[in-house]
T-cell receptor, first 114, second 113 residues
Framework: SQELEQSPQSLIVQEGKNLTINCTSS?????LYWYKQKYGEGLIFLMM?????EEKSHEKITAKLDEKKQQSSLHITASQPSHAGIYLC??????????????FGRGTQLTVWP | DGGITQSPKYLFRKEGQNVTLSCEQN?????MYWYRQDPGQGLRLIYY???????QKGDIAEGYSVSREKKESFPLTVTSAQKNPTAFYLC????????????FGDGTRLSIL
């Protein structure tokens, strides 16, 4: 079974539009990580969230972790073609696992058209 | 610059052949990881190592082997026992004193001839 559920699976938006990607777990998360991946390349680390209610921003991307630490959202404001790619959430602390061993969602494919 | 280097970028395997994927890091990270990525499946953990000379199986270790003789290196061997090896393989490392983000290499794409 998938430990982390990401939605939507894919997203197509027009340049300039805002969008949100969600990542949900049935278990409390110890740490939540957001990554971006271009097709055929490695993952680029975006942000890490640990505390309930925590919010971090980098340029036009904002990530939040809910108070219960079971759901995170990634919000992009005024999307640009450079934002296109696959966004993945990863988490540790699921199933009482060893810290540092991450579980990943299946990713959200983002397309931004001009 | 510090980072993680995976090689080769593309690799082809013949039936019955073992192949080894290289992963080297100069970030002075204690922990290293190997993931397999298939379309629509996300990343699945093959093996991980939190310290030199020690490693643990991940979720899909069958048909793979690893070694961790040096802190900087964590090679992955895809053995002939792995019947469906075609995938994108990603290596990552982290400080290991969690929680810490993992940093990834650029990946190796393995295909069957």
């Amino acid at each position: 079974s998938q430990e982390l559920e990401q939605s939507p699976q894919s997203l197509i938006v027009q340049e300039g539009k805002n969008l949100t990607i969600n990542c949900t777990s049935s278990k409390t998360l110890y740490g939540l990580y957001w990554y971006k991946q271009k097709y055929g390349e490695g993952l680029i680390f975006l942000m890490m969230l640990q505390k309930g209610g925590e919010e971090k921003s980098h340029e036009k991307i904002t990530a939040k972790l809910d108070e219960k630490k079971q759901q995170s959202s990634l919000h992009i404001t005024a999307s640009q073609p450079s934002h296109a790619g696959i966004y993945l959430c990863g988490a540790d602390g699921i199933r009482g696992s060893t810290l540092g061993r991450l579980y990943f969602g299946r990713g959200t494919q983002l397309t931004v058209w001009p | 610059d510090g980072g993680i280097t995976q090689s080769p970028k593309y690799l082809f395997r013949k039936e019955g052949q073992n192949v080894t994927l290289s992963c080297e890091q100069n970030l002075n990270h204690d922990a290293m990881y190997w993931y397999r990525q298939d379309p629509g499946q996300g990343l699945r953990l093959i093996y991980y190592s939190q310290i030199v000379n020690d490693f643990q199986k991940g979720d899909i270790a069958e048909g793979y082997s690893v070694s961790r003789e040096k802190k900087e290196s964590f090679p992955l061997t895809v053995t002939s026992a792995q019947k469906n090896p075609t995938a994108f393989y990603l290596c990552a490392s982290s400080l290991g004193q969690g929680p810490q983000p993992q940093h990834f290499g650029d990946g190796t794409r393995l295909s069957i001839l």
